[in-house]
């Protein structure tokens, strides 16, 4: 980003409006066993968590966009234009990481690894002012080893919807509660999937995207800190966390929504294709 557009950027910033939300700790969840989701990713930036992902090839984390934003834009809107061009300007020389191999993230004996972040595909047709196509593909700066505790995990590889009322699973290291603590631990809770036709009854067409989102809902569910993590159905990475009500995590009213990853299979492949020789889940063996 060139300083003149984080000037142009500096100067919309009072004027843009955005989709309130909550990233979406885990709420209602238990604590995963230590490595049972080998290819969970936290995303941090000064070596602290602010969004999950997961690994879905040796050289590639799939995460939410808004991370992005997240990450480089993580400051507050009242300052002043210069100070803010002059943070953000700080902020581009402050690599984002990802740390692979975690389950308590504060135990440095862990054997988790850290890796800088080379370079962010979002998608051509993600902005700030909505959450429609909010994906985005992490290289890193070397490849992932993988081991017993950093594991791919694969993708769908061909068409067709999750039904409504499937048992999925989601984790991350989020909010515990709506302004509560942050989990150290990676923690998990399983989630059904809404039917398309109730979740856009519940959040409206202009928010709601059937083709390119899916909700779910459960006794527990997502919160601050868990965007960009999977929706994970039977063995396979289906969706990324991406917004939720904006007043409470894991709203009875209000269902968690995540970009379907099925709609940006071409993307996906296109950029993995161009930017990679990646050692991929065998699923994802299309390319």
Not at 25 to 39: D, F, L
Not at 70 to 88: C, M, N
Not at 93 to 107: D, E, F, K, M, S
Not at 157 to 174: F, L, M, P, R, T
């Amino acid at each position: 980003m060139t300083i003149i557009s984080l000037l142009l950027l500096a100067s919309l910033l009072p004027h843009l409006t955005f989709t309130a939300h909550v990233d979406v700790g885990i709420v209602n969840g238990t604590k995963a066993k230590p490595h049972s989701r080998p290819y969970m990713v936290s995303l941090q930036k000064n070596k602290e968590h602010f969004c999950g992902g997961f690994l879905i090839s040796d050289e590639f984390v799939l995460t939410a966009a808004h991370c992005q934003t997240e990450g480089i834009l993580g400051v507050l809107w009242f300052v002043e234009t210069l100070q803010l061009v002059s943070h953000l300007l700080d902020l581009q020389t402050q690599a984002l990481t990802v740390v692979l191999g975690a389950h308590n993230l504060r135990n440095k004996n862990e054997n988790s690894v850290r890796i800088k972040v080379e370079s962010y595909y979002s998608h051509p047709q993600y902005t700030i002012e909505s959450y429609h196509n909010d994906i985005l593909l992490l290289k890193l700066e070397k490849k992932a080893q993988l081991n017993n505790n950093i594991k791919l995990i694969s993708i769908p590889a061909k068409e067709g919807d999750i039904e409504a009322d499937s048992v999925c699973s989601i984790a991350g290291w989020g909010l515990l509660e709506t302004k509560g603590k942050q989990s150290n631990h990676l923690m998990e809770t399983n989630v059904n999937v809404m039917n398309n036709k109730k979740c856009e009854s519940k959040w409206g067409e202009e928010e709601f995207s059937a083709s390119l989102m899916m909700c779910v809902y459960g006794e527990g569910g997502s919160c601050d800190g868990d965007s960009g993590g999977p929706l994970v159905c039977g063995d396979t990475a289906v969706g990324v966390t991406s917004f939720g009500d904006p007043k409470i995590c894991n709203s009875p009213d209000l269902p968690e929504v995540y970009t379907k990853i099925l709609a940006y299979l071409p993307w996906i492949k296109s950029i993995i294709g161009k930017n990679s020789s990646a050692i991929l889940a065998d699923e994802m063996k299309f390319f």
